[in-house]
Structures are given as structure tokens and as C-alpha cells.
């Protein structure tokens, strides 16, 4: 039975390069290209919300892919979390683009 206080959520919902068909729960303007799943267990710390992460899963449509998922406490629906936690992966993306680059 699965628990109903906890959302899955996979990397491929804020995909900018796949199509709703393809699993992004996302609009393109809060997606992202190739989200990693650290990079998602990042804002998920960020906004505050318990998380798990499962490293090794598969999403459902691409499960030769391993890309990850992680299991997080839900605050409000399901799509609620999804979006907050898209706002928080746009936010740090942008602020990991802003920032100057160090010459090594």
C-alpha cells in the first residue's frame, strides 16, 4: 500500500526537453534542462520538505534510464509540491548561471 502523505517525484517532471506525453508535469517556463536527481534532492532541502532519494530507480517510461526519485513529504497536492519544487530548481539554476565563472 502506498503512503498517501508522501509524493514520488522523478527528474523527468521538470525535463524542458520532454513533452507533457513524455512525463513533464511542469510548464516550460518552470522547466529545466536535464535535471539530476541531486540537483532536485537540493531544492527539496532548500524549501524545507523531508525527503528520501532512491538513486538507482527507474521511471516508469524510460526504466532502462536509470535517473533516480525521490520520495517527499507532500504539503498541500501532489502538483502543489511539484510546482514549489520546480520555482526552487529554477531558482538555484539561475543563480548557478549568474555567478562568474572561476579560471582554474
Do not use: C, N
Amino acid at each position: 500500500m502506498r503512503k498517501q502523505e508522501k509524493a514520488i517525484i522523478w527528474p523527468a517532471y521538470f525535463d524542458q526537453s520532454r513533452t507533457r506525453k513524455e512525463g513533464r508535469r511542469v510548464p516550460k517556463s518552470l522547466a529545466v534542462p536535464s535535471p539530476r536527481i541531486q540537483e532536485i534532492s537540493e531544492a527539496t532541502v532548500k524549501l524545507g520538505l523531508k525527503h528520501e532519494v532512491a538513486a538507482e530507480a527507474g521511471y516508469p517510461k524510460t526504466p532502462w534510464a536509470k535517473t533516480g526519485m525521490l520520495l517527499v513529504e507532500k504539503q498541500g497536492s501532489k502538483e502543489q509540491t511539484i510546482k514549489k519544487i520546480a520555482k526552487q530548481l529554477l531558482k538555484t539554476r539561475s543563480e548557478l548561471l549568474s555567478q562568474p565563472q572561476k579560471k582554474k
